[in-house]
């Protein structure tokens, strides 16, 4: 037992340091930026720790009895509790939004013609059926972006070649652009709309990719054993997650700047490629609200590839001009993230 409770003890110290250094800024300790992706299993570890105190030695239990209520505030961005109801609050004149990563819409794509026939035909009954008002799509191309304008929902569109980031709208588009990054891939795309005579400009983001999955997968099918391949899968993967995190924060504060000289309100959706304890969703959601903690229930995880469990997509909006009423997450097999629906009401 002293064993594992020195185990515990140690465990607990890294829990403090990792809960203080929550939302720091990569661009100066970027090895802190880790600790954004290792919180959410830091409940269960210490969930954990509890169960098995209770049943060897119950006065142990305390130190992760403790740290679970430490962390209650970060617990809330990973699992909501709010009442899955909460739909019929929405008023009749609510706008509908989804954020997706289509992943260029590959898993529709097959060598039988008739397969990928039938991949369409169910992705687009799937539009059909969420029938969103805007649709902020990420990781866009040439392939996607005929499939989804031949739903015919959507008759305005903000879609840059050789750009992922993309904009379907019902209602008009007054005015466009984009938030240069850079880079083709990760991408940034804003449109103003007129929404029943009133002005409201979304943003469709897809900030920096991390580019280490390849690595996870070799590592996943490699053996547990520590060797001098791994080790060096592992420098690798770090190296790239060093620069990606870093390029990712200058990213959000560039979208931070252009929104914060938006004329209108403002909602932020996609692909963050980060979690809700780093530092690009701080940025972001200064003075905005997350669909998510406002409406959303359970656990809100939006990727299932290499890393599934994560909740990087989201949905932001202006925290006094802009109120949500219901948020989901749809389960589907077209991408490896699944999209974000939300409800909204504009309150100007």
Excluded at 43 to 70: D, E, G, P, Q, T
Excluded at 98 to 124: E, H, P
Excluded at 126 to 135: A, C, G, S
Aim: charged content about 20%; glycine content about 4%; hydrophobic content about 45%.
């Amino acid at each position: 037992m002293v064993f594992f409770l020195a185990i515990n003890i140690v465990w607990a110290i890294c829990c403090v340091v990792l809960y203080l250094v929550v939302g720091v800024d990569p661009r100066s300790f970027w090895i802190f930026s880790i600790s954004s992706l290792l919180v959410p299993a830091s409940f269960f570890i210490n969930l954990m720790f509890v169960i098995f105190w209770i049943f060897f030695k119950w006065r142990n239990a305390w130190i992760s009895f403790i740290l679970l209520l430490f962390s209650f505030n970060y617990l809330n961005k990973f699992i909501a509790f709010n009442d899955s109801n909460n739909q019929g609050k929405c008023k009749s004149s609510a706008i509908t939004v989804m954020s997706y990563n289509v992943y260029g819409l590959k898993n529709l794509k097959d060598t039988i013609d008739q397969s990928q026939l039938t991949n369409k035909q169910q992705f687009t009954s799937f539009l059909r059926k969420t029938n969103p008002d805007v649709l902020c799509v990420q990781e866009d191309n040439l392939f996607a972006d005929g499939v989804i304008n031949k739903t015919g929902l959507f008759p305005y569109f903000h879609y840059l070649i050789n750009h992922g980031a993309a904009i379907y709208s019902k209602h008009p588009i007054l005015d466009n652009g984009q938030v240069d990054f850079g880079t083709k891939t990760n991408s940034c795309l804003w449109a103003d709309l007129l929404i029943d005579g009133k002005k409201l400009r979304i943003y469709s983001v897809h900030l920096q990719s991390n580019r280490i999955s390849s690595e996870i997968e070799r590592l996943a099918d490699n053996d547990v054993e520590i060797n001098e391949q791994n080790l060096n899968v592992i420098r690798r993967m770090m190296v790239k997650y060093r620069r990606m995190s870093i390029r990712r924060a200058e990213q959000a504060i560039q979208v931070k700047h252009h929104a914060a000289n938006s004329p209108f309100p403002v909602i932020i959706a996609g692909d963050f490629n980060d979690t809700p304890y780093s530092y690009a969703y701080e940025q972001l959601t200064e003075k905005r609200k997350d669909s998510f903690l406002e409406c959303g229930k359970g656990i809100g995880s939006t990727f299932v590839g290499a890393l599934p469990g994560l909740r990087i997509d989201f949905v932001l909006a202006d925290e006094k001009k802009i109120e949500f009423c219901f948020h989901r997450v749809m389960q589907t097999t077209f991408s490896d993230h699944n999209p974000v629906f939300t409800s909204l009401y504009l309150k100007y």
